[in-house]
């Protein structure tokens, strides 16, 4: 991980904290707390008096409706009597009316004797003050009092009605203050366990908003590591799946880019040093080419001349001899073709194409192509961690080049058990593809030399399977020229070839 990375992950990772599901909860239970916090302190603050207030309206509504029946004499109806108890049931008043001569007109309570007599005290006040001075225009008193006996705060209304009737209402105030706080237990109560429903609604929601954006913002992690393989799969039409959508679009953007960009910097990297080897790859390939075609040349021209100077009449000894010419020519046609591909690639006229592709699949390709030939040759086959794909960068069709050379080379020189592993380890940024094959051990005066072009280990073993000694040469120009390490190592039960490649 570069400094970078490392700078922007940090900066990821303290970004967290304030994530915006975060913010949703926090904000939302703020509201809710402040708008049940401002209720309840409203409820403290004013429901009391909304409630006394409502009580006072009760009272002049019965005091209008009384007054107006007494006045007309309907006040000792049964339809009268209907709509009293109605109002003294639904409001729970208590109430008196009586006459000059103190006579009971109309009680709502059994208690009618008291309720006459508070009256009575209220009429004939004995602290002295003028009850005319107290009744109002309208001829009644409207007052909070405390029962003396009870202790029990109430509402008064007392007073004449227009007919010379007196009446006294009482409602008791500690009824409403009950009430009250009731209601106000009512409403922490039902805040309290709102606020917990509504906090666990908002979480769920706000998971779900913020998924999408989270899911997003891994995305563009991965392509700052230059992971363009994941892509956003969510289906909203909101602005997040437009969002999603460019992100996908940016992100095959970028990968083509990047590709381009690969292979014009592996061009330019091969360009640099292409005029000035040219020269001396066209002298050492007319060098080596004339050395590895003598042999073959020599024994063709040989058979050839025996078969036309009659040196055997004898048919099997000259079907033996056209067999060795024929075999010659075709060894000597592979080595050209290796020579040529080798030429190319060292002369830069066989450009790389760098692209993206899984190295796992070009493994298991070519080892299933190859089946037949391990078999005949009775090799077998081990593989290590290729079970899941692995990316790189490269140019597919030579690196598969790079393997079927490795793999032929560990096939021909295969011995004891015969068995071939093929090992893939990732590391960081870089991941290793081994081939390993038992056998007897490379000599070390030797092993610093395979990669030369026409060098062969053991001459004679090379020639009976018709090996040229270009094939690691081809191996080397190849890496060579996509900026690779490659190797050999000699192991406890055979050797072992080995390049890497970027797997970003």
């Known amino acids: 991980m570069n400094v970078n990375n490392f700078i922007f992950n940090k900066k990821y990772d303290k970004s967290m904290k304030y994530s915006i599901k975060k913010q949703f909860t926090y904000i939302y239970i703020a509201l809710m707390a402040g708008t049940i916090l401002l209720c309840w302190f409203i409820n403290i603050t004013f429901l009391e008096k909304f409630y006394i207030q409502n009580r006072e309206h009760v009272l002049f509504l019965a005091y209008e409706k009384i007054n107006s029946a007494s006045s007309a004499g309907n006040i000792t109806t049964d ?25 009971t007109i109309k009680s709502s309570t059994n208690d009618t004797e008291m309720l006459t007599r508070q009256l009575l005290d209220h009429i004939f006040r004995s602290d002295g ?25 109430y509402m008064e209304m007392w007073g004449v009605l227009d007919n010379g009737n007196l009446f006294l209402f009482r409602t008791a105030l500690e ?145 033996y001899y056209c067999d060795v010419i024929i075999d010659e020519a075709v060894k000597m046609n592979k080595m050209v073709k ?74 021909n020189h295969a011995a004891g058990p015969k068995i071939i592993t093929i090992s893939l380890t990732v590391t960081g940024e870089k991941v290793r593809i081994c081939v390993h094959n038992t056998g007897d051990a490379i000599p070390d005066d030797s092993i610093i030399h395979v990669w030369e072009k026409f060098y062969k280990v053991d001459k004679a073993r090379t020639r009976e399977y018709g090996g040229s000694g270009v094939g690691l040469s ?26 890497e490649l970027d797997t970003k």
């Open 175 to 319: 009824g409403i203050r009950d009430s009250v706080g009731i209601a106000n237990r009512f409403l922490a109560y039902v805040g309290v366990g709102g606020l917990l429903i509504g906090a666990l609604v908002i979480i769920y929601v706000s998971k779900k908003v913020t998924e999408p954006i989270l899911k997003l913002t891994d995305i563009s992690k991965r392509m700052t590591n230059l992971d363009f393989e994941v892509k956003y799969d969510g289906n909203s039409k909101n602005e997040v799946g437009v969002l999603g959508h460019h992100m996908n679009l940016l992100s095959e953007t970028l990968e083509k880019t990047i590709s381009e960009l690969k292979t014009v910097n592996t061009e330019l990297q091969k360009d640099i040093d292409k005029k000035t080897e040219i020269d001396n790859l066209r002298r050492e390939f007319v060098s080596n080419v004339s050395h590895e075609l003598k042999t073959p040349i020599a024994l063709i021209q040989g058979y050839a001349e025996g078969l036309k100077e009659g040196i055997s009449d004898d048919p099997e000894s000259m079907q």
């Open 129 to 153: 003050t003028d009850v005319d001075r107290m009744l109002n225009e309208k001829g009644y008193v409207l007052q909070n009092v405390v029962d003396p006996r009870t202790k029990t705060e």
């Open 79 to 103: 339809e009268f009597d209907i709509e009293l108890q109605k109002i003294y049931g639904k409001y729970n008043l208590s109430m008196v009316i009586i006459d000059a001569d103190s006579k």
């Open 474 to 499: 081809i191996v080397k120009a190849i890496l060579d020229a996509l900026n690779q390490n490659y190797g050999v190592m000699n192991m406890e039960e055979g050797v072992a070839f080995w390049f």
């Open 338 to 411: 290796e020579i040529m591909t080798l030429s190319q690639l060292e002369a830069g006229v066989d450009s790389l194409v760098m692209e993206r592709f899984d190295i796992t699949s070009m493994i298991m390709n070519t080892l299933q192509s190859s089946e037949i030939l391990l078999t005949q040759n009775g090799i077998g086959v081990n593989t290590v961690n290729l079970e899941q794909p692995v990316y790189v960068w490269g140019d597919e069709f030579k690196i598969e080049e790079v393997f079927r050379n490795y793999l032929s080379n560990a096939m």
